[in-house]
């Protein structure tokens, strides 16, 4: 069964610097999403992505972080200049049709470390 | 702010019990809902998918039910099996808006 798969799965960082989480989304699968999970709290939506354009973001998803489908399967997501704060899980998915119509599909998740 | 709560926070059953699990949200203008589940330190597995047209959605042994109305959504899992332990994670679209999760059920299925 096809599934979403995403590289590093820990990542560790010194604050300040810069990280770029992986994602190969399904491959027949249009639509694309970043969520983060800080340890013990609520999955929170980043933003989604369609037509290599963001599609939505929310207020987390601030001047530090962009997305990229640099090629026809890779989904990226950097931050540019890492805080302590932003040590999360990080989970990408990805749906055939826009999320109202669709399930989406997770990514076993990046767990990012920020020291 | 759209806010998701989820009763009860923890839940823990012998195997072989039929289980309820909450959802509540307190804006009506969703565009569906999805139960996941979530394994410690894994990602998401969808379980079901309602739209909002929809009043329930059923798998295996797995119902969930979508009342608009009172803002709740149900997850019922009938005889239960220690495999059935994790978290369980309810979330809502709203219209121009992405997921909103709420909190999760943490189970545990004693055998």
């Known amino acids: 069964e096809p599934e979403v798969t995403q590289t590093p799965s820990h990542q560790v960082t010194q604050m300040g610097q810069e990280v770029i989480l992986r994602c190969v989304p399904i491959s027949n699968h249009l639509y694309f999403y970043w969520y983060r999970q800080i340890l013990g709290q609520k999955v929170e939506f980043l933003v989604s992505f369609y037509n290599n354009e963001i599609s939505e973001k929310s207020e987390i998803f601030d001047d530090q972080f962009s997305v990229e489908r640099p090629d026809g399967s890779n989904f990226t997501l950097k931050i540019r200049s890492t805080k302590l704060e932003d040590s999360a899980m990080y989970f990408c998915?990805?749906?055939?049709?826009?999320?109202?119509?669709?399930?989406?599909?997770f990514g076993p998740g990046t767990r990012l470390t920020v020291l | 702010k759209q806010e998701v709560t989820q009763i009860p926070a923890a839940l823990s059953v012998p195997e072989g019990e039929n289980l309820v699990l909450n959802c509540s949200f307190t804006d009506s203008a969703i565009y569906n809902l999805q139960w996941f589940r979530q394994d410690p330190g894994k990602g998401l597995t969808s379980l079901l998918l309602i739209q909002s047209s929809q009043r329930e959605q059923t798998s295996g042994r797995l119902n969930a039910s979508l009342d608009k109305s009172s803002g709740r959504s149900t997850l019922y899992i009938a005889a239960s099996q220690p495999g059935d332990s994790a978290t369980y994670l309810c979330?809502?679209?709203?219209?121009?808006?992405?997921?909103?999760f709420g909190p999760g059920t943490r189970l545990s299925v004693l055998p």
């Open positions: 998915a990805s749906s055939a049709l826009a999320g109202a119509q669709d399930t989406q599909y």
């Open positions: 979330a809502f679209e709203y219209y121009g808006q992405n997921f909103v």
